[in-house]
């Protein structure tokens, strides 16, 4: 206890010489939420500084109006760096700490610093008050929007981009993404970028496992520079889900033994005590590295972790080992940055979902992704969420459109984030998103309050138009199947709705048909498309359940394969439905599964769909035609929109495809109902807030 005391007293002693000579050399201003650089050598210096078992290097940040803030240092290849963002005014002096013990560096520049006051916004948080919400540190809004960029170099093995200009860097791509009123982009860790810490694109350079590659580091250094400068907050995606499957990356990876890695099997990634601790020193240097940035929107441990090899046997390991790394990250970041992991559509999500990370970032991938997007959230979940990850299959500008404006008309706490941003070019797609983005800023919806969804439909003398829709979820016995599609294309039901058509063989795994309620003031027709079926065959049969003639049915005999094999298809199902209330069966007498993209009922939609969240005193929406094929692509009717407060509101309509802001009107609501004329164009966005109650 004496030694202990004495050692305490010994370091305070240091600190009080060491600390005002540090003050009065080399003082530097800083605005506050901006970064701060030294660098300085030790003496010494033995093992591996990439490892804090040989070199656990810190330095400590004092000021007198604040608790000592203590910040991971980093090797630069010949001097120790350390990154710090002052969060207040004041003066700083700075103190080494090397395994432990007071460091007195040999060389150092500069010495200390002073915060001075800006109106820099902060780091990104959860808002305390509203769950689908984040803040900046000074309280302003931050609502996600932009689109994934997670390489940018054309890849045989991982995707060919385009010779477009605007993926020379990451700079140039992040100046296109600012003209298009974008703040969000998801950058992965990938060898064949050359954007991972321990893994090059070409094995022959990979450092030795445990060390990390300083080309690597520098190229992540230019990123968040650009980020700074072009207002982009990235989503750091540190694992993906090839590196640990056996038919896509496994095989390169630097920690399998094949390689001279300490993993006989990618199942072991993570449980291995080597590997873990391995990974846990490459989080720390990430952290040390560029966890100063306010840009750093979040640290995201995996990309879809669910297909991994380990997932297939074991996912209870991988959740742990989530719950692991976030509270490591937690524990040894002074900034307190925000914590993901990302995932497809599976009921293993609410193992994840479990742990506490700070936002749920789903990613969806059909046919008509609009209809998923649009019913986000879908659970009383106290947690964030946005979709990391979209696209339609195929990827028609319709689709693509109808998805974009669907996650922005939710009531998450970002816009939904499209997957091909090499597309965005190749299909001229940039004006689009760039119509999206300066609705949302110039409209300032994010300051609009928490919203919900609401109930709204659009009015018009054009027919009914086709409602589509694509079960969300996979290969799973949780689904339902039983869905009421209504005609302003709410579909009731459709998140617990599988892709999958069990046979007979698999019926354990779903013992459910799928089941539709519909109810329509006409003749309609009911499509299923097909796109896989096992090769040990099946018998789809589709049924309008009080006419028991009305029924069609396919046979597909078998080719010989277990229940895991299969064939690829297009084929459609239909059948005619009378008007009025019916229900309608899809079923499978056969012995194989079926996998279906997508189900249409035509001429069953409100002719004009809407896309709106609302609360009591204001409401955002979007109309466009129900339909992408018509002969008659003009707006002609009305929009309602329920449930908001009596009271006098402004109307600002946005012309989507021009992108310019109409002349704003003004109506009363008395019964709850806003009723606002459409214009005559293509497609329009809307914000209605009241200016004065009734």
Not at 69 to 95: E, I, K, L
Not at 264 to 271: E, L, Y
Not at 458 to 486: E, H, I, Y
Request: hydrophobic share 40%; glycine share 6%; net charge neutral.
């Amino acid at each position: 206890m004496k030694l202990v005391y004495i050692t305490i007293l010994s370091l305070f002693a240091v600190l009080l010489c060491v600390g005002p000579a540090l003050a009065r050399t080399n003082l530097v201003m800083t605005p506050c939420y901006e970064k701060f650089e030294a660098a300085f050598t030790l003496d010494r210096q033995t093992g591996n500084p990439f490892d804090p078992a040989d070199n656990d290097v810190d330095v400590i940040f004092t000021t007198q109006e604040k608790t000592p803030v203590r910040v991971p240092a980093f090797w630069d290849g010949d001097t120790w760096r350390v990154r710090f963002t002052p969060t207040s005014p004041g003066v700083y002096t700075w103190q080494v700490i090397r395994n432990k013990a007071v460091a007195i560096p040999i060389t150092t520049a500069p010495t200390s610093l002073q915060c001075t006051p800006s109106n820099n916004g902060g780091f990104v948080r959860r808002d305390a008050r509203t769950v689908q919400r984040f803040v900046f540190d000074n309280g302003r809004t931050y609502y996600p929007y932009g689109i994934n960029a997670a390489w940018l170099v054309s890849s045989k093995a991982h995707g060919i981009l385009p010779n477009d200009p605007a993926l020379a860097s990451y700079t140039t791509f992040f100046s296109q993404m600012h003209k298009a009123h974008m703040n969000w982009a998801r950058i992965w860790m990938t060898f064949w970028a050359d954007q991972e810490l321990d893994w090059t694109n070409d094995a022959g350079k990979n450092p030795p496992l445990g060390t990390l590659s300083l080309d690597a580091a520098r190229a992540w250094d230019r990123i968040f520079e650009s980020a700074s400068t072009s207002g982009m907050y990235i989503q750091m995606t540190m694992q993906f889900h090839g590196q640990f499957m056996i038919d896509r990356d496994w095989r390169k990876n630097p920690y399998n033994i094949a390689n001279g890695g300490v993993l006989r099997s990618a199942s072991d990634f993570f449980t291995d005590p080597s590997a873990i601790a391995i990974t846990k020193n490459r989080y720390r240097y990430i952290v040390a590295r560029w966890g100063y940035s306010p840009n750093l929107l979040a640290f995201e441990l995996f990309n879809e972790v669910q297909f991994t090899d380990p997932a297939k046997t074991n996912f209870s390991e991988i959740v742990a080992w989530h719950k692991t790394m976030a509270a490591y990250i937690r524990s040894i970041d002074p900034y307190h940055h925000l914590v993901t992991t990302s995932s497809v559509e599976d009921p293993k999500n609410a193992e994840l979902r479990s742990i506490g990370l700070d936002f749920d970032q789903p990613h969806i991938y059909c046919p008509f992704p609009a209809t998923v997007l649009s019913k986000l959230p879908n659970d009383d979940s106290r947690t964030p969420l946005f979709t990391g990850e979209w696209g339609p299959e195929p990827d028609s500008s319709y689709e693509i459109r109808e998805g974009l404006w669907a996650g922005i008309m939710s009531p998450t706490a970002g816009a939904a984030q499209y997957w091909y941003w090499d597309r965005l070019s190749s299909k001229g797609l940039w004006p689009a998103f760039q119509s999206a983005g300066r609705f949302i800023d110039e409209g300032h919806v994010a300051d609009l309050g928490e919203m919900t969804r609401c109930s709204a439909d659009g009015q018009s003398v054009n027919p009914p138009g086709d409602l589509r829709f694509s079960p969300p979820l996979s290969w799973t016995a949780d689904a339902s199947n039983d869905v009421t599609p209504l005609s302003n294309g709410d579909i009731m039901g459709l998140s617990t709705m599988s892709r999958y058509l069990q046979g007979i063989n698999t019926k354990r795994l779903q013992d459910k048909q799928y089941t539709f309620h519909l109810n329509s003031v006409s003749l309609c027709k009911l499509r299923v498309k097909f796109v896989q079926v096992a090769t040990t065959g099946a018998h789809p049969v589709l049924r309008v359940e009080n006419s028991p003639i009305a029924s069609v049915e396919h046979d597909y005999p078998s080719t010989g394969g277990d229940r895991h094999a299969w064939k690829d298809i297009a084929e459609t199902m239909a059948i005619d439905i009378p008007a009025g209330s019916q229900t309608v069966t899809l079923s499978n007498t056969g012995p194989g599964w079926m996998r279906i993209s997508e189900f249409q009922i035509a001429h069953y939609a409100d002719p004009i769909g809407v896309y709106a969240k609302a609360n009591s005193h204001a409401a955002v929406f979007r109309a466009a035609l129900a339909s992408e094929d018509t002969s008659n692509p003009i707006l002609s009717g009305h929009v309602s929109i329920k449930g908001l407060k009596a009271g006098k509101y402004k109307i600002r309509l946005w012309d989507i495809d021009a992108a310019k802001w109409l002349p704003e009107q003004y109506l009363s609501v008395y019964r709850s109902a806003l009723d606002i004329a459409l214009p005559p164009i293509n497609e329009v966005a809307g914000i209605a807030i009241m200016e004065q109650k009734i």
